[in-house]
């Protein structure tokens, strides 16, 4: 029996498993690096994003997005979603400076500096090489966050505090309006939850 081409093959595949295929793959590029930051939910999240984005953080980003705010009348546990980069304040002057990135591979860490209301602030963000694109895996430490904040906010909302405080709202005339539609958003977003 001639073995000659399954050692071959063999030998093949043994050259191939123990080549080290991330040499390849080029650094993010300072555009790729822009495109990403510009994805970052701020103010808003955009679905439209999700290429952007490994599965895992996009959906833990999805998932945050759809909580319902708690807050009835005043600011809820959501604010932090809204400010990912430019902070709370309006100002005309927010621009990107000090862009960095140390590559390792599949996997690259991006520094960079938001500046708004001329208050410098730096964040970073973890990327990875993925369907040849750079997507980011997390960001600011957020990904933990995200999925934290809807166990949480699911948690919060089956406890009678929520319910308290939604029956209040609902007794004032000022709030009762706002504070029905709260109560149905949160119903059917509890509907999604698993018990």
């Not at 709370?88 to 862009?99: A, G, K």
């Not at 591979?105 to 410098?120: E, L």
Request: with cysteine; proline share 5%; hydrophobic share 35%.
């Amino acid at each position: 029996m001639n073995n000659r081409p399954f050692l071959f093959i063999l030998a093949l595949l043994g050259t191939l498993v123990g080549c080290d295929w991330t040499h390849k793959v080029p650094p993010p590029t300072q555009e790729e690096i822009i495109h990403l930051i510009a994805a970052i939910p701020d103010h808003q999240f955009f679905e439209k994003t999700k290429d952007c984005y490994t599965d895992e953080y996009y959906r833990a980003l999805k998932k945050a997005w759809a909580v319902p705010s708690d807050g009835l009348g005043e600011i809820g546990n959501d604010e932090w979603l809204y400010y990912f980069i430019t902070g709370n304040d309006d100002c005309n002057d927010f621009r990107i400076d000090n862009i960095s990135t140390v590559s390792h591979g599949r996997h690259a860490t991006v520094q960079f500096v938001s500046t708004s209301c001329q208050t410098p602030s730096t964040h970073t963000m973890e990327l990875i090489y993925h369907k040849k694109a750079w997507v980011i895996a997390d960001y600011d430490t957020t990904l933990a966050a995200l999925k934290n904040y809807v166990v949480e906010q699911t948690k919060y909302f089956r406890q009678p505090q929520w319910q308290q405080k939604l029956d209040e709202a609902l007794a004032d005339p000022n709030w009762a309006e706002m504070a029905l539609e709260r109560q149905h958003e949160v119903e059917h977003f509890l509907s999604l939850q698993p018990r």
